[in-house]
């Protein structure tokens, strides 16, 4: 199953190996449209490689991106949300 290309508002990482630049790529996207997905375990083209997720794993994500933009004007528990 291929899952389609990136696009502007759509980004595909093939792990969480590649967290740095998924920060990256998730601020460029939400300054410029306000909303985007961003996915771990596949590639560019939409491929499925695989990666396995723990609970950990989600924590750690978004620990990355609240540390990289966190701002005064975003409340921390906007990052916690399920």
Do not use: W
Not at 23 to 29: F, K, L, P, T, Y
Not at 39 to 67: C, H, W
């Amino acid at each position: 199953m291929n899952l389609g290309r990136e696009t502007e508002t759509l980004e595909f990482k093939k792990s969480t190996g590649e967290l740095k630049e998924a920060v990256i790529s998730i601020g460029a996207i939400l300054n410029k449209h306000q909303k985007g997905e961003l996915y771990f375990g596949l590639k560019s083209d939409g491929m499925p490689v695989g990666q396995d997720v723990s609970e950990k794993t989600l924590r750690e994500i978004s620990q990355a991106i609240y540390n990289t933009y966190r701002t005064t004007d975003i409340p921390r528990n906007q990052f916690n949300k399920g």
